[in-house]
């Protein structure tokens, strides 16, 4: 059985409404849930870490999907109608198989979004030389997933990747601000100008990458975009639910959050920290 470890004085049943749902499969997404906070400061909010099977990148499509599934069913327990996949992998191995087989099974008046349709939305537009670069994890590059929904929506597009292994980890063990951390994101940077120099616009996709925004930016030129995905995500969220009353009217409105973890909640709550500036309180819930 599924179960939260810790009391909690909020429940709300199926098909009611309740809070929305932040998905990730660690702490990057927590960038994403802080812009959108600043955006939507009214909803509830409940944000899940898979901390314990963190890192989802290097894992197959169908172990992504299983573990994607595991936890938006989860929100949907507790009465999430919305739930946002803030993690590149799981919106890039997962989103499409939950959203085309299994919410028409489980309600198909629920949502599950991701991250990657709108920062390639927004991202097609900024570009004069059409010439995109991407800064990604290597399970997202490995997908494609940007390249194809680029091709999808934005004509004569060419969108070059560079897997970045060790941004992550140096990350959460919070060495990014350190000259070796300098060394690995300078040496990414440079190869991806190396491997297309008309790049005018780069993503970034890793939820993660915010946090080191600036060292990039400084080894980029200066007429150079660096796109981030917690702004992107927020403002196209905030323009879905003015889109869909009847979904907003679902979500509940007293500006609480709650973090949720498959880790240990003190690691949680230490790492969390990196990315959020401030200290919070978090519930173990156990997916088994």
């Excluded at 989860?74 to 085309?100: D, P």
Aim: a negative charge; aromatic letters at 8%; hydrophobic letters at 40%.
């Amino acid at each position: 059985m599924k179960k939260i470890q810790e009391e909690s004085n909020f429940s709300s049943p199926l098909g009611v409404g309740g809070s929305i749902g932040i998905f990730d499969s660690g702490y990057g997404g927590l960038t994403i849930l802080e812009k959108i906070r600043a955006e939507l400061p009214q909803y509830d909010y409940i944000y899940l870490g898979d901390n314990a099977r963190t890192p989802y990148g290097t894992r197959s499509f169908d172990v992504v999907y299983k573990f994607t599934l595991e936890c938006v069913n989860q929100l949907f327990e507790m009465g999430c109608q919305m739930v946002v996949l803030a993690c590149n992998t799981a919106s890039a191995k997962a989103l499409r198989t939950i959203q085309q087989k299994d919410l028409p099974l489980i309600d198909p008046n629920r949502r599950v979004l991701g991250v990657i349709r709108p920062t390639v939305e927004a991202v097609g537009i900024m570009t004069k030389t059409k010439h995109i670069g991407l800064l990604a994890t290597v399970g997202t590059v490995q997908s494609n997933s940007y390249p194809l929904e680029i091709a999808k929506l934005h004509e004569n597009i060419v969108v070059t990747s560079e897997a970045c292994p060790l941004w992550v980890p140096l990350i959460e063990n919070n060495e990014h601000n350190t000259e070796g951390a300098d060394y690995f994101i300078r040496k990414n940077v440079e190869n991806l100008l190396t491997a297309d120099p008309q790049i005018d616009t780069v993503m970034l996709g890793c939820t993660h990458y915010p946090l080191i925004v600036e060292q990039i930016k400084s080894y980029l030129p200066e007429s150079v975009k660096v796109v981030s995905q917690g702004e992107i995500v927020a403002q196209s969220l905030a323009d879905y639910l003015q889109r869909h009353p009847e979904m907003a009217v679902k979500c509940t409105k007293s500006g609480s959050v709650r973090y949720l973890t498959t880790e240990s909640v003190e690691k949680f709550a230490s790492s969390a920290s990196i990315f959020l500036n401030q200290e919070i309180r978090a519930e173990h819930i156990d997916l088994g």
